[in-house]
């Protein structure tokens, strides 16, 4: 079982910036592939970024140039560095773990642009 702990949401104006956090309980941490996803009203949830063990990157279109994902393995966390925001990022954003075919999710926080 794995838990993570995501933190670093609020309400920020557009154009602003926030850096979400994903604290993960195990040690084994870095042989997950580490996702964020989000959630908007009345949307489904989506893919926003992942992160391989080795460090291999992708994201979707619509926050690349403007989100980066990272992982300290040592730290057993990872971040989502979110610049340049959009009213439309406004979700609530799930970081996930997944390794072997099971996924842990964690309880979502909110990010909220507005002017």
């Known amino acids: 079982q794995v838990q993570l702990v995501e933190s670093g949401g609020g309400l920020v104006q557009p154009g602003g910036s926030l850096r979400l956090s994903c604290a993960a309980s195990?040690?084994?941490?870095?042989?997950?592939?580490m996702g964020w996803y989000r959630q908007a009203p009345g949307k489904q949830r989506e893919l926003v970024a992942r992160i391989t063990p080795g460090g291999e990157t992708n994201y979707a279109d619509s926050v690349k140039g403007r989100f980066t994902i990272s992982r300290d393995n040592a730290k057993l966390t990872n971040y989502l560095q979110m610049n340049s925001l959009k009213l439309e990022d406004t979700a609530v954003y799930y970081c996930?773990?997944?390794?072997?075919?099971?996924?842990?999710w964690g309880q979502g926080t909110q990010v909220t642009v507005s002017s």
């Open positions: 996930n773990a997944g390794l072997a075919g099971l996924s842990y």
């Open positions: 195990r040690s084994i941490f870095s042989m997950y592939l």
